[in-house]
């Protein structure tokens, strides 16, 4: 388990660091504990399986491992953003498709962004909350107590706004929506247990629908992106065609539809980098998948609807 003390101690050593330096550290560590992990690096191997059907097994022992250290990397990133320059952070992050961010707020309804976990949102989160203004992230609620409340208050001082995962975060996001602000919710695992069973890489697996219900209810738009490192570990984050739903006499045609349409969305995205798409539980067990205190996903993209 992770405890309060271990995470600050982590994150002083870490944020004190040059960013290569500290890279360097964390993947050593990485490295070391990686063939020790046997859960996560089975469920992962496992998802990649299903994202590369084609791969022979060292080939996905291989990429299994590439993700494992950019997942490193993220945590790193995760540590060091909330003390760098704001100037410098701007140098590390390449935004494509702000036409389409640009386009679904200026409805004036709140924007939806919906994206699967891959690379880093840390700092794209900071960019976007300097440009749009405060910004929600649905976050799972880590253990201990202490150690969730300190990552809250090192997100709101750089703008972001962390929603508790809950049944009774919806009223949040309206409120932020309602002002028009920007929500941001991660999609690709179900969390609570409570999702739809849907088709995901020719495997039906269970995703949540709050996005959807919510975007329906209020008729703020759906933008999906995604966020990846490039060679040079600089960010790229895009952003997708926005979805602009109308409902219907049929609610759950309306669900189904937006649903498949994201998930064919998110098959784009992974497809073209498996490497960056971190997720260290079984996404197609059939079963609740509940939140892991050891190796949790970094806060910036523990966003479920999370």
Request: proline share 8%; aromatic share 8%; hydrophobic share 45%.
């Amino acid at each position: 388990m992770i405890t309060y003390a271990g995470f600050r101690l982590i994150e002083g050593v870490i944020a004190r660091l040059p960013r290569r330096l500290a890279y360097a550290l964390g993947l050593l560590i990485g490295t070391a504990a990686f063939p020790l992990l046997g859960r996560q690096r089975r469920a992962l191997e496992a998802n990649l399986r299903r994202v590369r059907p084609d791969l022979s097994q060292p080939a996905l022992r291989k990429l299994a491992w590439r993700n494992w250290l950019g997942h490193t990397k993220a945590w790193i990133d995760f540590f060091k953003i909330p003390r760098m320059d704001r100037r410098k952070l701007s140098g590390l992050l390449v935004p494509i498709g702000t036409e389409h961010l640009d386009a679904a707020t200026a409805l004036g309804r709140g924007v939806i962004v919906v994206a699967p976990h891959m690379g880093s949102w840390e700092l794209a989160l900071a960019s976007w909350a300097a440009r749009y203004g405060p910004i929600g992230v649905m976050a799972e609620q880590i253990e201990p107590r202490r150690l969730f409340e300190h990552v809250f208050q090192v997100r709101s001082r750089m703008g972001i706004k962390v929603i508790p995962l809950s049944r009774t975060a919806a009223r949040d996001i309206l409120r932020l929506l309602g002002e028009g602000r920007m929500v941001v919710l991660a999609m690709d695992r179900d969390i609570l247990g409570t999702g739809r069973p849907l088709p995901f890489f020719g495997e039906v697996s269970r995703f949540p629908t709050g996005p959807v219900e919510l975007a329906l209810k209020t008729g703020a738009p759906i933008l999906p992106a995604f966020c990846v490192r490039d060679p040079h570990d600089r960010y790229v984050a895009v952003g997708d065609t926005p979805i602009f739903l109308t409902p219907t006499s049929d609610h759950e045609a309306d669900v189904q539809r937006a649903m498949e349409q994201i998930l064919a969305t998110f098959e784009g995205f992974i497809r073209r980098f498996p490497d960056q798409w971190h997720v260290l539980e079984p996404i197609w067990t059939g079963e609740p998948v509940h939140a892991s205190v050891t190796f949790p996903s970094p806060p910036a993209q523990a966003a479920v609807g999370e």
